[in-house]
């Protein structure tokens, strides 16, 4: 199937500090998708993609769908203890317009 | 604001035994999805469902599975026959284009 790696695997930051992370492919992806995990919960849709070099914020969060439609990143400024979790970048591969597939996620930690 | 909801949000049940989980998704949403997490990984797609069938399935997705929707609200997923392997956190989710809108999960534990 499908892989998407995301890196980095985890991240430890501070309060107020601006975090970036992404995703790659080998594959092109048509739809590229943010999402972020609390413990214990199901995935919460934070940024939907459709275009390649698209670039969309919701709040703090900007992500941008590559040129290359093989990555995209997600980007949190600013940031503050509650962006605590696990976020996943999923995309939807040009052979299905259904399945997502899930990247293995970034693990990010914010001391206040 | 809408959400997709699942009953129940865990699940007991010892190796052999059917379990069926419970999703009812968004109401204007067409497309219905089967996730799953084994803890500490992924998330893994399992099987879409469009127009009262499969639209795609993964090869997790074996005889074991099925999908129904039994009604104008419910989407069900049974494992007929509980393997020690099948414990995670299934998530039910549900979207209108692509963009899918995730439940909070059942937790299965399989004993």
């Known amino acids: 199937g499908q892989q998407l790696n995301q890196s980095p695997q985890s991240m430890f930051i501070q309060e107020g500090e601006d975090v970036s992370m992404n995703c790659t492919s080998s594959?092109?992806?048509?739809?590229w998708l943010w999402y972020k995990q609390d413990p214990g919960e199901g995935p919460v849709l934070l940024i939907a993609?459709?275009?390649?070099?698209e670039l969309t914020s919701n709040g703090r969060l900007t992500a941008q769908f590559g040129i290359t439609r093989k990555d995209s990143f997600l980007n949190i400024s600013a940031s503050i203890p509650s962006d605590v979790g696990i976020y996943f970048c999923?995309?939807?591969?040009?052979?299905?317009?259904?399945?997502?597939?899930f990247g293995k996620g970034t693990l990010l930690t914010v001391n206040p | 604001e809408p959400e997709v909801t699942q009953t129940p949000s865990h699940q007991v049940t010892q190796m052999g035994q059917e379990v069926i989980l419970r999703c009812v998704p968004i109401?204007?949403?067409?497309?219905f999805y089967w996730y799953r997490q084994i803890l500490g990984q992924k998330v893994e797609f399992l099987v879409s469902?469009?127009?009262?069938?499969?639209?795609?399935k993964s090869e997790i997705f074996d005889d074991q599975f099925s999908v129904e929707r039994p009604d104008g609200s419910n989407f069900t997923l049974k494992i007929r026959s509980t393997k020690l392997e099948d414990s995670a956190m299934y998530f039910c989710?549900?979207?209108?284009?692509?963009?899918?809108?995730f439940g909070q999960g059942t937790r299965l534990t399989v004993v």
């Open positions: 989710a549900s979207s209108e284009v692509a963009g899918a809108f």
């Open positions: 594959s092109i992806f048509n739809t």
């Open positions: 993609l459709y275009k390649a070099g």
């Open positions: 999923a995309g939807l591969w040009g052979g299905s317009n259904y399945k997502l597939t």
């Open positions: 109401s204007n949403h067409l497309y």
């Open positions: 469902f469009y127009n009262n069938e499969i639209s795609e």
